[in-house]
């Protein structure tokens, strides 16, 4: 990828002092730069760019040590109904970003975008590994085409990283919490959570800054695009997707995984009620640590906070005075 050179990772596993220095620094940034970050600016997009190349976290997948797990927990990881669509999904996501990097002008915007689509394949390995190292059986796997709209590809995948994000953030706390899963095998896992929280900051930033590079006339076409994208993630989600394997075959997968597989990493069942405020709860603490200046994904939560007010609101209504 032209700009873009791939990051350097240890050859052998860290030991724990290292780990958790690399975490800690995944998750706490904040800008030297003094004064208000203007939206659009080139100090504004310079911090996202450093921010997001300073909390790179350089854990290698092929060092991770799989944890033995019991039958039982076993069989409830093998029977999770997300392992098909969560692989596809970073795959897709590689090559959209990596396509989309390509086309950027600016060379700092352009490899940081390129740093996330390598953090994409990365994530893509990482899941690979564990259901190879766990026997779970995956639908064989289509070769995703390199976009012929990059711009396009790379809107419905951020806005569905978005969304799928901010509910796998309330889920992992789920899981941590129940505990069905060995703490070892979850906290594998925390690195490449915290790397979507950094993917979609970037995301949320970029959209901001690309706004304020355009004519007013490029910005409006931009705004329909944004609307559009939205629009077909929401009819993605309403029902079970079809798709095609590499052999041909029809698959149904149901695209609003994070949250069908709420009470499978759980131990009781999880209302919805319950579940969306711990996953404000766990977006805005994954958050926390970043410069208050950068800019956030709004949409999911503030719909999520209007229907927690809805839902409060229900049993007033059906039970009048």
Not at 44 to 53: D, N, P, Q, S, T
Not at 212 to 233: C, D, G, K, N, Y
Request: hydrophobic share 45%; with cysteine; glycine share 4%.
């Amino acid at each position: 990828m032209a700009g873009f050179t791939a990051p350097r990772l240890p050859h052998a596993a860290p030991d724990a002092a290292t780990l958790e220095a690399a975490d800690r620094i995944a998750r706490h940034w904040t800008s030297d730069l003094e004064g208000a970050l203007q939206v659009g600016s080139d100090s504004h997009k310079r911090a996202v760019c450093r921010m997001f190349r300073d909390t790179f976290n350089p854990y290698r997948p092929s060092v991770i040590d799989w944890p033995v797990l019991p039958p039982s927990t076993l069989e409830r990881i093998i029977s999770l109904p997300i392992w098909n669509i969560a692989v596809q999904t970073e795959a897709k996501a590689r090559v959209r970003m990596a396509a989309f990097a390509n086309t950027i002008d600016d060379a700092e915007m352009r490899a940081t975008i390129g740093l996330n689509a390598w953090e994409e394949s990365r994530h893509r390995e990482v899941l690979s590994r564990m259901v190879a190292a766990y026997g779970i059986k995956l639908a064989s796997e289509a070769v995703d085409a390199y976009p012929s709209d990059p711009e396009w590809a790379y809107l419905v995948t951020g806005y569905s990283e978005c969304i799928d994000s901010f509910f796998a953030f309330g889920l992992y706390e789920v899981a941590r919490r129940s505990g069905l899963f060995p703490a070892q095998l979850v906290a594998t896992f925390e690195p490449v959570i915290q790397d979507e929280c950094r993917h979609i900051l970037l995301f949320a930033n970029w959209v901001a800054w690309h706004r304020r590079q355009l004519s007013w006339w490029r910005r409006l076409r931009f705004e329909l695009r944004v609307a559009a994208a939205w629009v077909f993630l929401v009819y993605e989600r309403i029902g079970l997707a079809r798709t095609l394997d590499a052999d041909g075959n029809e698959k149904r997968q149901d695209n609003n995984f994070t949250l069908s597989g709420a009470n499978s990493v759980s131990v009781c069942d999880l209302g919805p009620a319950e579940l969306l405020r711990l996953c404000l709860q766990e977006n805005d603490r994954r958050f926390g640590g970043y410069d208050a200046r950068l800019l956030r994904p709004q949409t999911v939560p503030a719909l999520v906070r209007l229907a927690l007010r809805l839902i409060r609101k229900a049993p007033q209504q059906s039970n009048p005075a």
